[in-house]
Nanobody, 116 residues
């Protein structure tokens, strides 16, 4: 099973930017998709952004135009560039790999806190 390690979280002021990284222990080239999810206190985990093997992306409405997901297959890494951050973006951000045949793996999460 692939191991995923997120990094890049932290504390930032509203309007600022952060770039999250998700490094996989093996090749992500053939994975169906990679995604970023987040979970705020007292709320359900939600999809933030997803990128397929073919490069198709989709985003939650709340982050469209502000966040960008990308993947570097050579580095087995997926990124989430987050701009114009808002306090409501505060959450633990998780990376997920859809490995195929309904298989999936999750990272341990990285905290993002946006102060007003």
């Amino acid at each position: 099973q692939v191991q995923l390690v997120e990094s890049g979280g932290g504390l930032v002021q509203a309007g600022g930017s952060l770039k999250l990284s998700c490094a996989a222990s093996g090749s992500i080239f053939n994975f169906v998709a990679m995604g970023w999810y987040r979970q705020a206190p007292g709320k359900q985990r939600e999809l933030v952004a997803r990128i397929t093997r073919g490069g198709y992306t989709n985003y939650a409405d709340s982050v469209k135009g502000r966040f960008t997901i990308s993947r570097d297959n050579a580095k087995n890494t997926v990124y989430l560039q987050m701009n114009s951050l808002k306090p409501e973006d505060t959450a633990v951000y998780y990376c997920k790999a859809e490995t195929g045949y309904a298989g999936q793996s999750w990272g341990q999460g990285t905290q993002v806190t946006v102060s007003s």
